[in-house]
């Protein structure tokens, strides 16, 4: 309770002032994502409540083909648990988004505390491990993403993994593989980096026990996880390759990667670069030693799980500084020495769909947690004085809060206004269904920023289909907005609506901008304008044809 306590106010402290405006505003921190995760877990319930079909398929974004969302950054599990927040809170999907946010940072802390007093048996290490492996800069990095804010997810089911072994009970084999599904369901890339872990675990039980300093393993039950576990993931490995899907570049994934330099170089003494969310933590990084010296025979392991998805953070090939502040026009490989990143890449094809190898550095985070957790408590039993153990927690505790304030200075995303423009009132009263042309479309020039993230989120508001998404992994033959030629609309019969942001033209590409000049011919004899809000202009197509509209 002590540790839900603590979570609860680290949560407020860091998401400070969305707490108070739950149901208007979110953290953005200019790409957008946010618009489409409300739009994720808003879809799981008008799917499942509204429109009764599959989930994992939506018609409502790339109108009429549609595309599969199973391998996209959906965060099913955390979207079934939204629903009810939907339903009972007003604001529905964002008010619900904005609680998972808030949540996430408690979650954390808990989840590495209940894990750390797993290993120890102390409390109070356990409070320490907590905050050092949660409080970190990619927790507060990745608020305003729900696929990348749930890392509690894999501290519950390592928690669940030590359990399991301690207890020895068939039941704590169900609680397991229900909390590795849900992480599958929440995060595919966590799901690695948790799988990585118990592998870690498994392979050194097997082997070499006594150097890893791991206690004795319940045979039954590691032969039954896996089993299990095997058959689940490998059923859901057969469905990604049948419904392959276009992998990132490959010069994606190396600007995805970390350096080695800035995982363990703090921002507060060097001046930030890219990436500079990725440094590991200064508590956990200073309490690591400690357990080395004083900690239970277990650091061993959790050392080695630490470096092991530090080098994977990498990427294909390891640097000790980041070559470039920005992409690059083109990245040959060698930019490195090669890492455990490549052999993957190599031996598991599906991980070629993920394009950011930094993010394993939450996994070692995690790991870190648990050291720090160790060492503490390694220190309290060979104090034996009271008082002294006392101030000797107080003291990392310090430590941990303290650095973190340094640590996480200007990461946190700015509290956006969340309201749904007035304009789209228009669509919304429309009871036909259609499909509208959202304008502009693409990237902002200036950064990663999907213009169609955005217009998701509008669509909770109005329910008209989209031409185009946010999908993260995106079947071959899927066309965005921006790199189709309009001409005619009566060749998209079923488009009713046309939506122009003449505020975002000049943000968007010169591709985007020419195709806004080209429409806005179109419409001075295919349209007519019927709303306007501000820099929102509101266009129905004389073009439309409803019998051409489809079911959803």
Known sequence: MLALGVGLVTAAVLTFPLPLHLGSALLEDGTFDAYQFVWNIW????????????????????????????????????????????????????????????????????????????????????????????????????LPVLYLDCAYLIAFVLWAWWRLHRLARPRDVVLLLGLLLALVFASQEYTLMALA????????SLVAPRAFGLPPRWR???????????????????VAMRAPATPPPADMVLIGSASAAGLVTPPWVVPPVLGFWLYLGTGAL???????????????????????????????????????QGPPPRLSPGHGFPGPYLVALKVLPLFRFFRAPYRWTVGAQVALGALAALGVAGVRARIGAASVRTIATAAALALVIGSAVLDLRGLRAPLTEAAVPAAYGTLS???????????????????????????????????????EGTVSRLPPDRRLVVQRAISDFAALPYVKWVVLHRDLVPESSLGAQRQVEEVDRLLASEGELVARDGAIDVYRLRTFRPETVLAP
Request: glycine share 8%; aromatic share 12%.
């Open 429 to 467: 009263a429309d009871p036909q269904p259609a499909a509208v042309l959202e304008l502009p479309s693409g990237l902002r020039a200036s950064g990663f920023a999907a213009f169609s993230s955005l217009y998701m989120y509008y669509q909770t508001a109005h329910r008209k289909y989209l031409l």
């Open 43 to 142: 879809w799981v319930r008008e799917s499942l409540l509204g429109l009764h079909r599959n989930p994992f398929f939506t018609s409502y974004l790339f109108y009429p083909d549609g595309v599969p969302l199973l391998f996209h950054t959906f965060s099913f599990s955390l979207g079934l648990a939204s629903v009810p927040l939907q339903l009972a809170l007003p604001g529905g999907a964002l008010t619900a988004h904005n609680v998972l946010v808030v949540a996430a940072p408690a979650l954390a802390v808990l989840a590495l505390a209940l894990l750390a007093h797993e290993l120890t048996g102390d409390p109070s290490a356990a409070l320490v491990g907590g905050l050092a492996g949660a409080v970190t800069g990619t927790t507060v990095w990745y």
């Open 220 to 238: 039954a039950g590691l032969v039954a996880f896996w089993g299990l576990a095997a058959l689940a993931l490998g059923a859901l490995a057969l």
């Open 197 to 204: 872990i118990l592998g870690l675990d498994s392979f050194a």
């Open 286 to 324: 200073a309490l690591a030693p400690i357990a080395l010296v004083w900690g239970r025979p277990t650091v061993r392991f959790w050392l080695a799980a630490a470096v092991l998805l530090s080098l994977m953070a990498l990427g294909p090939y390891m640097r000790w500084q980041q070559p470039f």
